[in-house]
């Protein structure tokens, strides 16, 4: 995989739509942190850490569980997870949906992890059908018309997660979801994404800003793909009602359930998640490169999509990141991407597979 063609900062491919390269090769999202430098560590964080987890168990005093926490199965809720139990000694309730796209290894997991954390686990009860059935219907679609939207609206169903999350942790006595969205997973090719770090992505500025991206785009994806009116109702609460769990609805409607993302003052260390995951007897599905999206294999299908659709991926995204942020040298970033940055076969035929369906994408 060689840096040709790569910004000359991070490593976001020089093919990525949408983006400017500046005279010195460097994309918009480098140009913008040379403006506006992002601190990889605040001093402060640790002590408002701290005080939210000191919160979130006053909060729980009377309650059954200090809080509910999502688990797929995949490194970073694990991770969170671990970090909730062992290091706050938080009471906490898992939640966990077995997807279409769920490798087996993953499912194990997530039941060896919650049975050695001493952690209950409740699995919701959504359509794994109908998920499966969605997903299909906007990959053929996209492969008539290859559009960065249709690839994310593949993914739609996932939404009424967040949901489910409020319904279930105000059903189990859980006062406090705990969220665990780290800064390096930020995607910046994804539709609907802010082309900006300089936001607080969750603040409510950010979401009004978002939605307004999402309309645009929204009617923008009506004219080219009418198709996507079958499923206006889904897109509708997926988009706007369920985006994330901080939507002006969801804070709404469940208004004694509150929300926070951990890794927002605690940090993220691989090396400490790589500890985590090896004590905790982790296995990563067969045939994979990579721990990151291990959880999901039509997460590797929509990578693929996302290379012919933008001209960039979630892995260029998130080594980009690191490299930003300057926790990952852009020699060792570049070397990870050469060994992890193949899309793993397997994967992506089972999740063509469980789909019915196999793109022109995959089959050239």
Not at 198 to 211: G, K, V
Request: net charge positive; charged share 25%.
């Amino acid at each position: 995989m060689s840096e040709i063609g790569r910004c000359s900062s991070c490593l976001m491919p020089r093919s990525t739509r949408g983006f400017t390269f500046d005279e010195r090769g460097n994309c918009p999202l480098c140009v913008e942190h040379a403006r506006h430098p992002e601190a990889v560590e605040d001093p402060a964080a640790a002590a408002r850490l701290e005080r939210t987890i000191a919160e979130v168990r006053r909060r729980g005093t009377d309650a059954p569980f200090d809080c509910l926490v999502g688990l797929s199965g995949g490194m970073d809720s694990v991770y969170l997870l671990h970090r909730l139990t062992k290091r706050h000694g938080l009471r906490c309730l898992a939640l966990y949906y077995r997807t279409p796209f769920t490798p087996p290894e993953i499912h194990e997991n997530v039941l060896n992890v919650t049975a050695r954390l001493g952690v209950p686990l409740v699995e919701m009860e959504l359509s794994r059908e109908e998920h499966r059935r969605v997903a299909a219907d906007f990959v053929r679609m996209w492969e008539r018309k290859p559009d960065q939207v249709l690839v994310n609206l593949a993914c739609a169903p996932c939404k009424l997660m967040h949901r489910e999350m409020f319904r279930i942790a105000r059903l189990r006595g859980a006062p406090t979801i705990v969220h665990g969205d780290n800064r390096f997973e930020h995607a910046n090719i994804a539709a609907g994404q802010l082309r900006t770090n300089a936001l607080d992505r969750y603040a409510l500025p950010a979401n009004l800003l978002r939605l307004g991206v999402l309309a645009t785009r929204g009617a923008a994806t009506l004219w080219r793909h009418p198709a996507v009116l079958r499923h206006s109702g889904l897109v509708f609460r997926a988009a706007v009602l369920y985006l994330n769990p901080y939507t002006a609805y969801l804070r709404l409607r469940y208004p004694r359930v509150h929300v926070f993302n951990y890794f927002q003052d605690g940090t993220w260390d691989e090396r400490e998640l790589d500890a985590v995951l090896d004590e905790l007897g982790w296995r990563m599905p067969a045939g994979f490169h990579s721990k990151k999206k291990a959880d999901c294999t039509f997460a590797h299908l929509k990578n693929v999509m996302s290379q012919a659709s933008t001209g960039a991926n979630y892995l260029d995204c998130f080594y980009s990141n690191m490299v930003r942020l300057g926790v990952l040298g852009r020699a060792e970033a570049l070397a990870r991407l050469e060994r992890e940055g193949r899309p793993p076969e397997g994967a992506i035929a089972e999740a063509c597979r469980t789909l019915g369906w196999t793109p022109d994408c995959v089959r050239k």
